[in-house]
């Protein structure tokens, strides 16, 4: 008996949905839907479903859509939010970050990746892919916020075989140390990592059987310059055909590319994460996500860290990624909204080898979804609604949040998250990293 009332416990039914499921054997919009989720996913999606003992969500009106996918993110760095003004990157870096990072501590690492995950969630994105440091403390964060995420130590040696041994050895260990979290292998960059460690480091990840390999590459032409120099090549990609074969790769920018570069990601298999306003910000250009299709190459959006990639609001880098490809092939046909929203759910999916479970809202997939209800001015009158979403939604149209079956989020708060207390450590926190008084 009492295993029957868990069972019916885990039983929701969203009533009377407007579905944008984006699963290809869907409409884009299916009107007055039901979902049923049943322990943690998605059981059945008809009309009138009838489930004795479910705990049943009125949807009538409102519109449902998967739980958004951040391609590209390092979580902790909510504390260098707009920290880059009058910096290019390869400077920011050097100047105003790395020395920083280097006095943060474990409670420094959660405090502002709670603070991350909350914005996320805020923002509709139930999976986060990650790259930093001190990933066990991440870990941590995540299980307090619900969230999904994939993550990794950040891989390089750039100063010193030492400390890039280091990082290796960590990453090993906490693989084993958590062997029920997602992790990719993540190597910072081709500029920041020497041949005899990237090999390393790639023997290792065979070792722990890990082939999704996450790296920053061509994100400005300095970059560019770089990785031509130190190691000798025509082309930045020629060092992903060489060594990078037998690995499925998440390519973080891919701003700065010629001809051959994109011949060379087509033999690949490549995913490539857009971050237009990180770019933007840092004065790097911007990604051609058209001509990434057009070599069919896969795209997702990141939105980098804050301190360059300003917030985690997904939806406003999609809607800025579709605007600058229409702007700069000056063809305003070039991606629509429902192309726009796939960059941040099957696509993103994809990238990360979660397709089976995550990216769409179909039968046996986990039930990562996200409610809106249309409140702010600016999305009436609804002529489309799925442009509505990429261009003019906020998260204040965010009803609720469900990762994996369970609602996280609802009426802009976190279920389980103290906001208040949240914001006030991370202002102490700030001061004391930063040096400087938090003006209000």
């Not at 322990?39 to 949807?59: E, V, Y």
């Not at 060489?242 to 690949?268: E, G, I």
Request: glycine content about 4%.
């Amino acid at each position: 008996m009492h295993h029957q009332k868990k069972l019916r416990s885990s039983l929701i039914l969203l009533q009377n949905c407007n579905l944008i499921s984006m699963d290809p054997q869907l409409a884009k919009i299916e009107y007055g839907i039901d979902v049923l989720i049943k322990n943690q996913k998605i059981a059945k999606i008809a009309h009138k479903i009838a489930s004795k003992g479910a705990k049943i969500i009125d949807c009538t009106n409102r519109y449902i859509v998967p739980g958004y996918i951040n391609g590209h993110t390092h979580i902790p760095m909510s504390l260098f939010r707009n920290t880059n003004e009058g910096y290019n990157l390869q400077d920011w870096l050097a100047k105003a970050i790395w020395p920083i990072e280097n006095k943060m501590n474990d409670e420094d690492i959660y405090t502002f990746s709670l603070l991350s995950f909350y914005e996320s969630l805020l923002n509709g994105v139930t999976t986060v892919h990650d790259m930093y440091f001190r990933t066990d403390v991440i870990i941590k964060a995540r299980q307090a916020a619900q969230i999904n995420l994939m993550t990794t130590v950040t891989l390089m040696d750039a100063d010193g075989k030492i400390a890039g041994e280091k990082r290796l050895a960590n990453f090993a260990t906490i693989v084993r140390r958590y062997p029920q979290e997602l992790f990719s292998v993540g190597l910072h960059g081709l500029y920041t990592c020497s041949l005899p460690y990237i090999k390393k480091c790639l023997a290792k990840a065979k070792q722990l059987n890990y082939q999704l390999i996450h790296l920053h590459f061509c994100e400005n032409d300095q970059e560019v310059r770089d990785i031509k120099r130190r190691f000798l090549v025509k082309n930045p990609s020629d060092v992903l055909v060489k060594y990078f074969k037998s690995f499925q790769l998440v390519l973080a920018h891919c701003v700065c590319l010629n001809t051959t570069d994109y011949l060379n990601l087509q033999k690949l298999n490549v995913s490539v994460v857009h971050n237009p306003i990180s770019n933007a910000q840092l004065g790097c250009g911007f990604a051609d996500i058209v001509k990434l299709i057009q070599h069919k190459i896969n795209v997702c959006i990141g939105t980098d860290g804050q301190g360059s990639g300003v917030n985690l609001n997904v939806i406003e880098a999609v809607k800025y990624a579709v605007l600058i490809a229409k702007s700069l092939h000056k063809n305003p046909c070039v991606l629509d909204a429902y192309d726009a929203l796939k960059l941040i759910t099957i696509n993103a999916a994809q990238a990360l080898g979660l397709s089976a479970c995550k990216g769409s809202i179909s039968v046996g997939k986990d039930a990562d979804l996200v409610i809106y209800q249309f409140q702010n001015l600016q999305m009436y009158p609804i002529n489309d609604p799925i442009a509505d979403i990429v261009y003019n939604s906020t998260s204040a149209d965010i009803q609720s949040v469900f990762v994996n079956g369970k609602m996280v989020i609802n009426q802009q708060k976190h279920l389980t998250i103290n906001r208040d207390k949240l914001l006030k450590k991370c202002e102490k926190l700030q001061t004391i990293l930063l040096h400087k008084s938090h003006s209000k």
